[in-house]
């Protein structure tokens, strides 16, 4: 085995949370899987869950105490710039050779790019554009549903249930999805605003897949709202290009649903990933031996 030891990658996400250890020669050697990892659960639950995750894969290498101290660990985490997180982060005792921590999207766009400058436009829940070309940090959007993430899972949620109660006033025309959408509140206004006053980005982002199945089948208002969010993703990959970046990824749970919708020009320019964000977090993770 090489001097160089081991490397752990964790992906922390809002939906779960992937960890991977490879050697230097990048053979997989363990893998393990948890729940939510975002800052928004709070430190203690975001480690707790990136700690079983790595706890799981350390035990299918069999790992014991010397060569888990010579692992260098890359965590990728959601909610990381949320106000002292990478400081409570930081402060937590563990057993590697090293840690370091970026955003899950960073992390996302490490791999989508082996690491090179480039950048990502994640259409999931939510929706951003990210990247990094000559040492500067590219963002657009991503401020957070329902002030931004224009053309997200959550944005075709909001679009659905906004026609819906304008086609139960009789202010738009009735159709099949809004019709559907308004059979979730039983037929009742009243309903979809109790539900409102609850209601997270996730729940909007449920609606998206009948949003997209509807648009897919002809339906006015479903075509609508999917081609008014693809030229929201569409404007994202245009302005990374604008702003330098070489080489932009379309990621997320949204991405090959909308990505027919999308512009000929933008589809034409879109790079398939080289890997995924825990391929991201394993490069952040081998960053370190350069900083020795």
Do not use: N
């Not at 992906?11 to 990048?26: F, K, P, V």
């Not at 075709?156 to 819906?164: I, N, P």
């Amino acid at each position: 085995m090489s001097g160089a030891g081991y490397f752990l990658g964790v992906d922390g996400g809002g939906t779960g949370c992937r960890a991977r250890i490879e050697d230097a020669e990048g053979s997989v050697l363990g893998q393990g899987l948890s729940g939510p990892a975002t800052t928004r659960l709070g430190i203690d639950a975001a480690w707790a869950s990136i700690a079983k995750a790595f706890g799981a894969a350390i035990e299918e290498t069999g790992f014991g105490p010397a060569e888990i101290a010579r692992i260098r660990a890359g965590i990728g985490l959601a909610g990381i710039g949320r106000k002292g997180a990478l400081e409570a982060l930081r402060a937590i005792t563990h057993p590697f050779a090293s840690i370091d921590f970026v955003s899950d999207g960073v992390g996302a766009c490490l791999g989508a790019h082996s690491g090179r400058d480039g950048a990502i436009v994640i259409a999931g829940t939510g929706s951003i554009g990210l990247g990094f070309v000559d040492g500067r940090d590219l963002r657009v959007g991503g401020y957070g549903f329902p002030i931004s993430d224009d053309g997200s899972g959550a944005d075709l949620g909001l679009k659905a249930v906004q026609l819906a109660l304008r086609g139960h006033d009789g202010r738009h025309e009735r159709t099949a999805l809004l019709a559907e959408v308004m059979q979730r509140f039983d037929g009742e206004p009243m309903e979809a605003v109790a539900w409102m006053d609850r209601a997270s980005a996730t729940d909007y982002a449920a609606l998206a897949p009948m949003v997209m199945r509807h648009a897919d089948q002809g339906d006015p208002a479903g075509r609508r709202i999917v081609q008014s969010a693809a030229e929201q993703i569409d404007t994202l990959v245009r302005v990374l290009f604008e702003k330098g970046a070489p080489r932009v990824t379309l990621l997320g749970g949204l991405a090959s649903p909308l990505e027919p919708w999308l512009s000929p020009d933008v589809r034409r320019r879109l790079k398939p990933p080289d890997g995924d964000a825990v391929s991201g977090a394993i490069i952040l993770a081998k960053r370190s031996l350069g900083a020795e």
